[in-house]
């Protein structure tokens, strides 16, 4: 007999505020105000500028024009962008300003009013004792910074965030290796940390394997834990296409975002835009947290209906047998309890997967930012294995990466799991051995920063004290740190929240379209993109390109030996090192004169020949995850407990914002009217006396937020959802042992009303 959970999906009641489709006319209507505004002009200057989009790793832009995606077709520049690009060309924050306004009252600033501040247009420093940020020279930074650099290196740390260039990412790394220290923190530890360990086991590669071109040739897709319509826009064209041509679609989500069930496409202005285009063909909605036992269910069912590939399996994979066993062995009884998703609703993914003969498997936040994140990689790329869906065109594994030059960040050498080639590149160009200690990922930096281990960080773009979860330890963390350089493009609620004991400087920087010079950047789907010099219109600023500090700051603390750090001002240099130390990278030694824009080397798996030593795709099994969730009665709420809920809350992005930063309050396609919201189940709200657009206080295991409103939605009954990075403070989240990636996904918390 079937188990499910006590109601049966779909849960798809919307609230009265949610539109019939994603997408559609708002995003017009968006593109409108923005671009025929008094900022029009600044804004089309930067769509059409050659240089990839700053917001999502999608990687619109580049030589061939702003609206161009790596398969050189047009009219692919999404709102996302624009949003990104509004917040770019603000006016500078102004002169007085940081005069004016005591840090206690910066401290007030809510995300969205710290972006609306403007752009930073001077470098400034928060002194022990002061009250003030006060302007200060470059000098004085420098003397500073170089002091700070110059201690133990174990007790120096880097924090950076995928924004920046691949120049920059280059000289961080090996200023920080060079120095003797390992301690690159990066954004991507908070998110695709569990895909990049995952994949770089199974397949030898820590990327997708998937180009563009190649899933454009799918006829089958998997989007699990993604909410593409509003992270990944461009992503739903192809979406689109692929269901023209006869293709499916399958998503998994808790969560029937409306965006993925039907879209409307400006880039199909008659037949999507106002009408929208159906996104999913069949739309499961597991228990959060656990994708794994509907992954090993799916597999069951491919087993059941004769559609395992034993001939791929045998010829280019190892350990299929123990996945097989695996799925033959657990019981669809556990998998149905566990995942929440029926027997029948299963079958029906493996009847369209299997029936498929291509297949791309894709995915996001929703399976990354859990206790198994690894786990969830395994299993949809056994899936992916099993079916025969990996190493041919149209076919394979592909994350969705985050920030627009994230991957190319990891691809640098950001990050505390450093290759063995790259190691020895860099010892090669050092003339010396690199025996590195083991280095402080994200949440470790946090740790160690509580625990006083840590004296000096730089931060080249982020906020780290607003991504990290349990905002009061990350406030008391980063006050345990002497000296913390933030270089930044806007103020964030981290720099003014994140201070360090005795100096707290901020360094304005240039954007991508405003660099003095070119700079190149990497997408999600290994394409290089090379982003031409620009101007900023912040004509009486005194900002600087990050790969001129960076370097500067090399030369200071490091010599001119072995490493020439002030030929390395020079991008064009900087390019021929990452071309003879970077693999796959060989062609970015000439881009400055052929332009010629590149998919890295080896990385898009076409042929059933994968990176491992062996040449096969290794697979490793998943156990089922715990899915328990504590009582009320273990949140301490007395009283409260008896008329209380306990629910997995699931923390991201709204509509408009982009990571910590917020550019609109509400998310309309889901009716969240503003940022203090729970988006959550009709039946689990009328459990607990609760109507529609009461307020309610949210507990998690670090702190409370009160006031909450609760909004009917489309989530699965025992599951919510809530904004980042404001909720970060009720939470310590657990972390993802291997990848060290937090559990966001899945936080347990208990709400009661507040009456
Ligand atoms: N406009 C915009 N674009 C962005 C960003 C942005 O903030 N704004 N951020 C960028 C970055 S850094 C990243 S990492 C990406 C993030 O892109 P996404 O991963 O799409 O973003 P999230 O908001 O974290 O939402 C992930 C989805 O996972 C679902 N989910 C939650 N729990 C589970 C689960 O247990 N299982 C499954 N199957 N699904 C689950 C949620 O319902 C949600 O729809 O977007 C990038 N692009
Ligand atoms: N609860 C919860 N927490 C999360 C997540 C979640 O889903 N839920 N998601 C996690 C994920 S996936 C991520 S990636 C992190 C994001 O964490 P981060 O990457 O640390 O944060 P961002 O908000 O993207 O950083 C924005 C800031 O970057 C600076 N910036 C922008 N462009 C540039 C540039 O070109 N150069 C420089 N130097 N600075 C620039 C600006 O000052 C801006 O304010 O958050 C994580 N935290
Ligand atoms: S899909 Fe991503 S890269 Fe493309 S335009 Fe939109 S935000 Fe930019
Ligand atoms: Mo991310």
């Given at each position: 007999?079937?188990?499910?959970?006590?109601?049966?999906?779909?849960?798809?009641?919307?609230?009265?505020?949610?539109?019939?489709?994603?997408?559609?006319?708002?995003?017009?209507?968006?593109?409108?105000?923005?671009?025929?505004?008094?900022?029009?002009?600044?804004?089309?200057?930067?769509?059409?500028?050659?240089?990839?989009?700053?917001?999502?790793?999608?990687?619109?832009?580049?030589?061939?024009?702003?609206?161009?995606?790596?398969?050189?077709?047009?009219?692919?520049?999404?709102?996302?962008?624009?949003?990104?690009?509004?917040?770019?060309?603000?006016?500078?924050?102004?002169?007085?300003?940081?005069?004016?306004?005591?840090?206690?009252?910066?401290?007030?600033?809510?995300?969205?009013?710290?972006?609306?501040?403007?752009?930073?247009?001077?470098?400034?420093?928060?002194?022990?004792?002061?009250?003030?940020?006060?302007?200060?020279?470059?000098?004085?930074?420098?003397?500073?910074?170089?002091?700070?650099?110059?201690?133990?290196?174990?007790?120096?740390?880097?924090?950076?965030?995928?924004?920046?260039?691949?120049?920059?990412?280059?000289?961080?790394?090996?200023?920080?290796?060079?120095?003797?220290?390992?301690?690159?923190?990066d954004c991507s530890d908070l998110c695709h940390a569990p895909s990049t360990t995952a994949l770089s086991e199974m397949f030898g590669t820590k990327t997708s394997i998937v180009s563009l071109e190649s899933l454009k040739e799918a006829d089958c897709v998997v989007l699990a834990g993604a909410n593409s319509p509003s992270n990944h826009p461009r992503l739903m064209n192809e979406l689109i296409k692929i269901r023209d041509n006869g293709g499916k679609v399958i998503v998994i989500n808790p969560v029937m975002e409306i965006g993925l069930v039907k879209f409307g496409s400006p880039?199909?202005?008659?037949?999507?835009?106002?009408?929208?285009?159906?996104?999913?063909?069949?739309?499961?909605?597991?228990?959060?947290?656990?994708?794994?036992?509907?992954?090993?269910?799916?597999?069951?069912?491919?087993?059941?209906?004769?559609?395992?590939?034993?001939?791929?399996?045998?010829?280019?994979?190892?350990?299929?047998?123990?996945?097989?066993?695996?799925?033959?062995?657990?019981?669809?009884?556990?998998?149905?309890?566990?995942?929440?998703?029926?027997?029948?609703?299963i079958e029906s993914a493996a009847t369209i997967i299997g029936m498929s003969k291509r297949v791309v498997f894709a995915w996001a936040m929703g399976l990354t930012q859990q206790l198994n994140g690894v786990d969830n990689v395994y299993s949809i790329a056994n899936t992916a294995l099993v079916s025969g869906n990996a190493g041919k065109m149209g076919a394979g594994v592909m994350p969705v990466r985050g920030h627009s030059n994230v991957q190319g960040f990891g691809s640098m050498g950001v990050t505390v799991k450093l290759k063995e080639e790259l190691k020895q590149a860099l010892e090669r160009l050092l003339g010396r051995s690199l025996n590195l200690p083991t280095g402080y990922h994200t949440r470790d930096l946090i740790e160690a920063a509580a625990a006083g281990k840590v004296d000096s960080l730089i931060c080249v773009g982020g906020n780290l004290y607003g991504a990290n979860p349990n905002s009061n330890q990350a406030k008391q963390a980063l006050g345990n740190i002497d000296t913390i350089i933030y270089m930044a493009t806007k103020p964030n609620i981290g720099h003014f929240n994140g201070l360090a004991k005795t100096n707290t400087i901020i360094i304005p920087v240039f954007n991508r379209f405003e660099n003095p010079y070119k700079t190149t950047s990497e997408s999600g789907n290994n394409f290089v993109r090379l982003n031409d010099a620009g101007e900023t219109h912040l004509k009486s600023g005194d900002l600087i390109p990050e790969v001129e500090f960076l370097t500067k700051l090399a030369h200071y603390v490091l010599g001119e030996e072995p490493i020439q750090w002030r030929k390395m001002q020079d991008p064009q240099y900087i390019r021929q090192i990452i071309a003879s130390t970077i693999e796959g990278y060989q062609k970015i030694a000439t881009i400055d004169d052929t332009k010629e824009e590149f998919t890295i080397a080896d990385r898009i798996v076409t042929k059933p020949h994968f990176k491992t030593p062996s040449g096969k795709a290794k697979m490793f099994?998943?156990?089922?995850?715990?899915?328990?969730?504590?009582?009320?009665?273990?949140?301490?709420?007395?009283?409260?407990?008896?008329?209380?809920?306990?629910?997995?809350?699931?923390?991201?992005?709204?509509?408009?914002?982009?990571?910590?930063?917020?550019?609109?309050?509400?998310?309309?396609?889901?009716?969240?009217?503003?940022?203090?919201?729970?988006?959550?189940?009709?039946?689990?709200?009328?459990?607990?006396?609760?109507?529609?657009?009461?307020?309610?206080?949210?507990?998690?295991?670090?702190?409370?937020?009160?006031?909450?409103?609760?909004?009917?939605?489309?989530?699965?009954?025992?599951?919510?959802?809530?904004?980042?990075?404001?909720?970060?403070?009720?939470?310590?989240?657990?972390?993802?042992?291997?990848?060290?990636?937090?559990a966001y996904k899945r936080v347990p918390v208990v709400i009661y009303s507040d009456k």
């Open positions: 007999m079937e188990t499910t959970s006590p109601s049966q999906p779909p849960f798809d009641e919307t609230n009265e505020d949610t539109p019939e489709i994603g997408g559609g006319l708002p995003i017009i209507k968006y593109w409108a105000e923005h671009t025929l505004s008094p900022e029009g002009p600044k804004i089309w200057k930067t769509l059409l500028h050659h240089s990839a989009c700053l917001s999502c790793s999608w990687g619109t832009g580049g030589q061939k024009g702003g609206f161009t995606n790596e398969e050189g077709e047009k009219l692919q520049r999404c709102m996302k962008s624009v949003e990104a690009i509004t917040a770019e060309i603000q006016p500078p924050v102004s002169k007085h300003f940081f005069d004016t306004n005591p840090i206690a009252r910066l401290q007030q600033l809510t995300s969205y009013e710290a972006d609306r501040l403007g752009r930073l247009s001077f470098p400034v420093i928060l002194r022990a004792g002061s009250s003030h940020f006060q302007r200060i020279s470059w000098d004085e930074i420098y003397s500073i910074a170089t002091a700070a650099f110059k201690l133990d290196p174990e007790r120096v740390a880097s924090y950076s965030s995928g924004r920046g260039s691949n120049e920059a990412a280059f000289v961080l790394q090996l200023m920080m290796r060079t120095l003797g220290s390992n301690n690159l923190a880039a199909f202005p008659v037949k999507s835009l106002v009408p929208g285009s159906k996104i999913a063909d069949l739309y499961l909605q597991p228990i959060p947290g656990s994708d794994v036992a509907l992954f090993i269910g799916i597999q069951k069912a491919l087993m059941g209906q004769g559609r395992i590939d034993r001939e791929f399996l045998q010829a280019h994979t190892e350990g299929w047998e123990a996945i097989l066993e695996q799925a033959h062995t657990t019981s669809w009884e556990t998998i149905t309890s566990t995942c929440g998703v029926s027997q029948t609703e099994t998943t156990p089922l995850p715990d899915l328990t969730l504590p009582t009320a009665q273990d949140f301490n709420i007395g009283e409260r407990a008896n008329n209380s809920l306990v629910l997995a809350l699931m923390t991201g992005r709204s509509y408009s914002q982009h990571n910590t930063v917020v550019y609109k309050i509400g998310d309309m396609y889901r009716g969240m009217p503003h940022r203090n919201c729970i988006l959550m189940n009709r039946l689990d709200a009328e459990k607990i006396d609760l109507a529609a657009h009461d307020r309610v206080t949210v507990q998690g295991d670090a702190g409370k937020l009160k006031d909450v409103e609760v909004i009917y939605g489309s989530v699965r009954e025992g599951a919510a959802l809530m904004f980042y990075p404001e909720v970060n403070v009720i939470f310590t989240a657990q972390t993802e042992t291997r990848s060290g990636t937090p």
